[in-house]
């Protein structure tokens, strides 16, 4: 299901479900690319890793509370060493989660791959969306030490997918008119503001100039969509 929201993000939910917000869609600039972030998270989904993530929780919550107990035995002899164990659980318990998280980003980039290259999609579109993600990113938290991310490191994974696609033979796949007209739809109904209409306007009048079948019927298809959002017949 889609979510009307500019930020680059796509995410599962337990039962299978996909979300996938529209800032996503508009960024990708091809098939391919949407598809390896969708088959990125089926492979959350087919590998369970919500599932995982909850049962591994329930266990890691013992932790803090073994850490309490040891500082409650520890608190006569030396305060330190019970702060230090109430602490020390608490932290193993955020690390734990920390460490499952990044390796099942890394399975699913794996398994987001190996569906990519079943489903016919040109494998390193994987690769272009994940360098338009650190793009995307790269002010916000790329400054972050690698041990304290939910993802792997964006360069490490793109690293990754290059090497497991070294030796592949080229697959193009053709972009369908689909992908281009629902990013003309999306386009128009990200942002319905008066100045986002007038924004949406301008860039498929640029469209235009490509001359291509497909960007000409997007750019005529973005303009109608405009015309009837402002009862303009």
């Known amino acids: 299901f889609a979510v009307r929201d500019p930020s680059l993000n796509a995410f599962a ?5 996909i979300g996938m917000h529209s800032g996503l869609v508009l960024s990708a600039q091809s098939e391919s690319e949407l598809a390896s972030v969708l088959s990125h998270e089926i492979g959350h989904v087919s590998q369970r890793h919500i599932a995982r993530m909850i049962g591994n929780q329930k266990q890691d919550s013992l932790l803090p509370l073994a850490g309490i107990l040891i500082g409650l035995l ?4 030396s305060p330190d060493l ?8 608490t932290g193993l318990a955020v690390q734990r989660q920390l460490g499952f ?3 099942a980003e890394r399975e699913a980039d794996r398994v987001g791959l190996q569906i ?4 016919g999609f040109d494998a390193s579109g994987m690769v272009n969306f994940f360098g338009r993600l650190q793009t995307a990113s790269r002010n916000s938290n790329d400054s972050a030490p690698a041990y304290l991310r939910t993802h792997p490191v964006t360069t490490e994974r793109i690293a990754d997918i ?5 030796n592949e033979t080229y697959r193009q796949h053709v972009d369908s008119l689909d992908f281009s007209l629902i990013k003309a739809r999306m ?4 942002n319905d503001t008066p100045q986002g209409w007038r924004d949406s306007a301008v860039f498929f009048n640029q469209l235009f100039k490509q001359e291509t079948r497909t960007a000409m019927l997007a750019a005529r298809y973005g303009l109608a969509l405009l015309a009837i959002k402002q009862r303009d017949v």
């Not at 520890?74 to 002899?77: D, E, G, I, K, L």
């Not at 019970?82 to 659980?89: D, E, T």
């Open 82 to 89: 019970a702060v230090a164990s109430m602490m020390g659980g």
């Open 162 to 166: 290059e090497a497991r696609i070294r």
């Open 187 to 190: 386009r128009v109904l990200q």
């Open 101 to 103: 998280s990044r390796d």
């Open 13 to 17: 939910l337990p039962g299978g479900f």
């Open 116 to 119: 990519l290259r079943t489903a």
């Open 74 to 77: 520890a608190a006569r002899s």
